[in-house]
């Protein structure tokens, strides 16, 4: 089975904190992606990685960083929490058209 | 954009009841899936459908893609609680394409 694992699934955090969302992967994807998802808003796309060391802007990527070191993690970074960026963050991995999608991180920013 | 429609956006019925949900664009799309969604969870890969017209079944659930791979439909047969969620259908207007998400149908079914 696919196995997409992030490092949190609850996350309290203060205004103009460093935030950081860790995404693991197991199936060897080239690809991995993050997602924020809000009431009425559905997903929407934040970054996605398709190597090592690359990566690509999605729809939202204010306010929002990425790295990608290692084929198999792909982390989100905040540089200075804000409250509207409190939601549920959905790290997935696969090809750009299937995605296999981790348990979330509800981010709630105070 | 390549925006995918879904309806309806809540649907309540009572277990035992058959159900169907759409996704509708004015667009083609070369593949199209469907996930599931439970409540604090990510979205769950149901099935990927690639070819007009095509019709998959997983147990009880029966997708299929339009004719002219604009449109998808999912049924579910003799619903079950433990079919409660949200339900997201996403396409790739072509292979190698980023997945565009549907709003999302939120079904509730009460024992």
């Known amino acids: 089975d696919v196995k997409v694992t992030q490092s949190s699934r609850y996350l309290v955090k203060r205004t103009g904190e460093k935030v950081f969302l860790e995404c693991v992967q197991d199936m060897d994807h080239e690809n991995m992606f993050w997602y924020r998802q809000d009431p009425g808003l559905g997903l929407r796309l934040i970054y996605f990685?398709?190597?090592?060391?690359?990566?690509e802007k999605g729809d939202i990527p204010e306010g929002y960083s990425v790295s990608r070191e290692k084929k198999e993690r792909f982390s989100l970074i905040l540089e200075s929490a804000s409250t509207n960026q409190t939601s549920m963050y959905l790290c997935?991995?696969?090809?750009?058209?299937?995605?296999?999608f981790g348990p979330g991180t509800r981010l709630t920013v105070l | 954009t390549q925006l995918l429609e879904q309806s309806p956006q809540f649907l309540s019925i009572q277990e035992g009841e058959n159900l169907t949900v759409y996704c509708n664009s004015s667009s083609v799309f070369s593949s199209l899936q469907w996930y599931r969604q439970e409540p604090g969870e990510g979205p769950v890969l149901l099935v990927t459908?690639?070819?007009?017209?095509e019709v998959k079944k997983l147990k009880r659930l029966t997708f299929q893609f339009g004719d002219a791979r604009k449109d998808s439909s999912l049924h579910i047969t003799a619903a079950q609680p433990g079919d409660t969620g949200l339900y997201l259908c996403a396409g790739a207007p072509w292979a190698g394409n980023m997945l565009t998400f549907g709003g999302g149908t939120r079904l509730m079914v009460k024992p």
């Open positions: 997935a991995s696969g090809s750009t058209d299937t995605q296999y």
């Open positions: 990685s398709y190597d090592v060391k690359m990566k």
């Open positions: 459908v690639v070819t007009g017209g």
